[in-house]
């Protein structure tokens, strides 16, 4: 008779609900995962940008397909438990879970559609810096990407509800840091950038000139806002423009 009474409690029947869900839970991550393997999806989805973010985090997409999908029955567990307890209002608690859904996908929608934007602007970043030979610039693409993504989860938490304020201070904590650490860090790339700059205006040399910069000499094959390529009969020098100023330049006449 105690047992019966025991097992008819309402916090009894919720425990028992919570483990239930977590172990299906977890049995369906775990199947969905081998599903989505066997099924040749991580190979169909390598090389795209949602693959390649996650992974530059340390997970993968089927990865986290299978957590998510165990993080709904989670969900559903918590819920139901919450709601055998009858530990809230019930009315008032599922009016507060559907109000919040639509918040909840508008967030979700915010995080892939940042994921596939950061991993874009990284993309576009490096292409356009390919030529630069200066080795701070391969530092750009990741900050630019991962700049992307903290404004992203600044904007998804925004939509859930949470206080982000602290996060937006330190956010502009973090842009006035990166200010002040590019300008020592990349003084070298600013400079050529600023001498690329008076070179491509006042073209003191042009392409198929034969000129000298320091001890590299050679015909010039390009020249762009951060660096002047020439070219000997057997070697090729990538010359930061900064150096053309340090440097004694020299144009040869035939």
Known sequence: MEWQTLIDEPAVIAIAVLALGLVVGYLVGRLNK??????????????????????????????????????????????????????????????????????????????????????KSELMVSEYLRGVKL?????????????????????????????????????????????????????????SSAAGIYLLLNQPYGIGDRIRIGDQAGIVQEVDLFVTKIEDDSEEYIVPNRKVFEAELVRERE
């Open 34 to 119: 081998e599903l989505l393997t066997a099924s040749g999806v991580p190979d169909a989805v390598e090389g795209t940008p949602f693959e390649r973010t996650a992974q530059s985090i340390g997970t993968s997409t089927v990865e986290i397909v299978a957590r998510i999908s165990s993080w709904f029955i989670y969900g559903i567990a918590v819920l139901t438990a919450i709601h055998i307890a009858q530990l809230l209002d019930t009315d008032m608690f599922w009016f507060e879970i559907t109000r919040y859904i639509p918040q909840v996908f508008i967030a979700v929608l915010v995080l892939v559609l940042g994921f596939i934007v950061a991993d």
């Open 135 to 191: 080795p701070e610039v391969s530092l750009l693409p990741r900050l630019v990407k991962y700049s992307v993504l903290y404004v992203t989860f600044l904007v998804a938490l925004g939509q859930l509800g949470v206080y982000v304020f602290p996060l937006l201070i330190l956010l502009a904590v973090f842009a006035v840091g990166l200010f002040v650490v590019g300008v020592v860090a990349f003084k070298d790339f600013l400079v």
